[in-house]
Each structure stands twice: as C-alpha cells, then as structure tokens.
C-alpha cells in the first residue's frame, strides 16, 4: 500500500499534547513529519511522568510516533537557518507557540509565505489569536472548565474527561483544516493559514447541549452517567456489577421494558420525553430488576433482544478484547533503546489493508535528536 500523504512533508515546531497530536495524525496516514525540538530536553512531555520505561515517558510516547527528531536552538543564527531550510521544502508547519512568539523569532506567517508560498500553516492556541483573551497560555483542563465541558460533566460537582480532550481536540480539528488547505493548494497552488485553539475545540463538540442553550435557551446541567435528553440510557446496577443500556427509539422502548418488568403504555415512560422526565423512578424500577441477575446475565439477554448494552471495561481488558485486536488498533514498533513495543494505533482503517493507519510501516516516537544528521544531509542534497 502507497503512504497516503507520502508525498507531504511536515515541520512539527510543536510540544505537549494538541500539536504533537495533529502532526501524529499526518504521519499516521503517511506524511514525512519532521519534529523540531529543543536541544535543551526537547518536546516538554518527554518528562511527563512517571511511567518512565527506561527513561522514555510513556506520555511522550502516546503523541509522537511516526515522527523524526532533529534539535535546533531557533534563537540562533544556527537553528534559524535550519528552520529556514526546512520550511522551503515543506508542505506543512504546525506551531503550538503562544501569539506572537514565532514572530519574534522571525518567522511570521508573511516571513513563512515569503520563503515557500505553498506552504500550509497550521496554528494552535489555548484560547485563538485574538480577543480579550487570545494571549492566555493554553492547558487542557483550563480549557475544559472556561469552554463548559466542565458543567456537564460529572454527577455533583464540575469533572474533567478522563482523557485530555481539549487538546486531542484541537489536535483533530486542526489536522482536519490542514488537509483541507492541503487540497486548496492543489488547486490554487498557495498555501494559507489555519487556526484553531482548545476553547475552539471544547465548544466546537458541545453538539445538542449548545443547541439546548442558543435555541431553546435552556441551560444544560450534569446528570452523571445518564444521557441529558434520552432514557433509559445510561448506567444501571446490576446483582453483581454494572452495565450500561442505551434505549435510543421508541421501538426499542417498547422491547426493552417487558425484559424489565415494566409496562411500555405506563403514562410516565410512554414515550422519550415523558421517560427523561421521570429519569429518577424509571432508574429506580430498571435497577430493582437488575439487582435479581449477575451482569453477564443482563447483557446476554438484552443482547438476545438486541438491546444496544454493554459493559465498562479498564484499559487491561480494553487492549485485550479480542475486538480491539480484531480491528488492528494496537500497533507494534522498533524502538531504538526499548525494542519491540506496543502502541495504541491510528484509528483509520483503509480498505487494502489489514491493520489501522495508512503506512506500510509505522515508526517508533523518536530519541531527541534521534534524525539530526540523516535530516541535514537531506536539507543539503538540494
């Protein structure tokens, strides 16, 4: 299989989460990306611990395969020549610096098209490049809470996701934009910005509880693991566990509460509006038939009725469900000090080929410094 973008070379100038993220995608679907550290301890998330394994923190590892390392200090005359090298003959930069700090290194957008017009420049900020608040430094949690994520997540009080989802975000969108860019150029033959932030990202997924506030203008709250406009769908326990059901139409609703002892024409459950309502005795009668059976006694049967139910897994049992593996989602690399080791892979899946992702083979996250010399002399051969 042909990398898809193995035409497409990327300067990754970015560190921590959402950059290192939306320059991984592009290498994920086979762009020659090229990560610019500092030489000075590199990307900060390279001491992101613990876990460390042999002095490679894992978080590092979570952002950053499919990449080459090369250090340059971009404060000196040195490091500015090498930049200014790489971006001629680039397609692609992606920065994740606060407002105005890539231009008080030189290379401001004008500076960038001025030495390569095609390139694509893709920008990611904590709250934009403008505004009132448009300076402020950028943190994912920071981010969740001043973008409302916050308020509707969690049972009693404000909770984080689990995951750094603002900057996988951002991350997303911006690999989104660029590839868009990247297809305009095709046409147009210049290179344009793309700009996006974590509050952008945070605010671009609120989905039906925006539209619940701008529309109807009604403030969402939390409601812990149940949805916000549809029940029964959420977590209910079981004699033993937990287990999660998601009754999404009427029809389902109309198979799912005889399972349960429940009449489906009973006024209060009727129908979705009158069941999100109701959302506390409704709960209350689904969770006393459960609590007679075992989990796997539930999910079985609801299954048998095809009822969409399920359970809620760890990460052990995640990476070893034989579904997980069914889908290539898991990704072995070469590591040049920990050897063979296990990745989380991209989450594509092409049609000619078996295994998530778009290369034919997948790199280890990179040593600082790992590609320095191989690097240069691809700069100087020109």
Wanted: a negative charge.
């Amino acid at each position: 299989m042909r990398n898809l973008l193995s035409d497409v070379v990327v300067v990754d100038l970015t560190r921590a989460l959402a950059g290192p993220h939306a320059a991984m995608m592009l290498g994920d679907l086979g762009a020659r990306v090229i990560k610019v550290e500092t030489p000075e301890g590199g990307d900060d998330s390279r001491g992101w611990g613990p876990p460390f394994v042999e002095g490679e923190s894992t978080y590092y590892l979570s952002a950053n395969r499919n990449k080459e390392s090369v250090t340059a200090d971009l404060k000196s005359a040195d490091g500015q020549e090498f930049l200014t090298k790489l971006v001629r003959r680039a397609d692609v930069l992606i920065e994740n610096f606060r407002p105005g700090v890539l231009d008080r290194l030189g290379f401001s957008t004008e500076r960038l098209h001025q030495l390569n017009p095609g390139l694509v420049i893709l920008s990611i900020t904590g709250f934009g490049h403008d505004g009132p608040d448009g300076g402020r430094a950028g943190y994912d949690q920071i981010a969740q809470g001043e973008g409302g994520l916050m308020s509707i997540t969690g049972a009693v009080e404000p909770t984080k996701v689990g995951v750094p989802i603002a900057d996988l975000l951002a991350g997303m969108y911006g690999a989104y934009g660029a590839l868009a860019a990247l297809h305009e150029r095709s046409v147009t033959g210049k290179g344009r910005v793309v700009r996006t932030s974590l509050l952008a990202s945070v605010i671009g997924v609120h989905a039906f509880h925006g539209t619940k506030w701008t529309v109807a203008g009604e403030l969402p709250g939390r409601v812990g693991n149940h949805h916000a406009q549809i029940a029964p769908y959420g977590l209910y326990r079981t004699k033993d566990d937990i287990v999660q059901v998601a009754v999404g139409s009427e029809g389902q609703w109309r198979t799912f509460a005889p399972i349960v002892g429940l009449d489906p024409a009973d006024e209060r459950f009727a129908v979705n509006s009158q069941r999100v309502a109701h959302r506390p005795e409704l709960t209350a009668a689904i969770e006393a038939a459960f609590a007679a059976e075992p989990a796997d006694v539930w999910l079985e049967r609801l299954a048998e009725k095809g009822i969409p139910a399920g359970k809620v897994r760890d990460f052990q049992q995640v990476y070893e469900w034989e579904q997980t593996l069914s889908q290539g989602l898991l990704i072995d690399v070469e590591h040049p000090t920990l050897g063979t080791i296990q990745l989380p892979g991209p989450p594509l899946r092409f049609d000619d080929q078996p295994y998530a992702g778009a290369r034919e083979t997948n790199l280890a996250p990179p040593r600082l410094g790992e590609h320095n010399e191989s690097v240069r002399a691809w700069l100087d051969s020109e």
